[in-house]
């Protein structure tokens, strides 16, 4: 009876693997570099860091510990850095499309908002307004 009870765990376990990686079969979970394992206890980590990451397999932001301690530079971490990379270049597209500008100012306002596209697009609307208001006097 152990047997099976050992058994059932280890399938729902892998189950619970391949759902939180969104898999649809067991072949994902060999083809990959990294999974993310759920935990059932949070205390696992405490005084431990935790890195917040786009995990492009997932589709999702999660909390990732690196047993070393900090990102080793892997596949995984340079993959997650080009998602990041294409999301701000596709945010860079949508900012200079709405506001009808070249990429520099739209870089520029982005920076200015720590890289929020709203806030963004405020500023540069009360920029404008400002410049309308000064050549009106």
Known sequence: MATIVIIIVVIEQV????????MMSDHGIYSRERLLIPISDPEILLGST???EMDHNAKREV???YPEGH?????DSLANAAAAKKRSKQILESVRRSLHVDDGTAEYYLSVTEG??????????????????QAGH
């Open 116 to 133: 929020d596209p709203r806030a963004a697009m405020m500023q540069f609307s009360e920029d404008l307004r400002w410049e309308q208001q």
């Open 63 to 65: 909390a990732v510990f």
């Open 15 to 22: 189950t619970d693997i391949k759902r939180f990686n969104n």
């Open 50 to 52: 935790c890195y917040i």
């Open 71 to 75: 990102p080793t530079g892997n596949a």
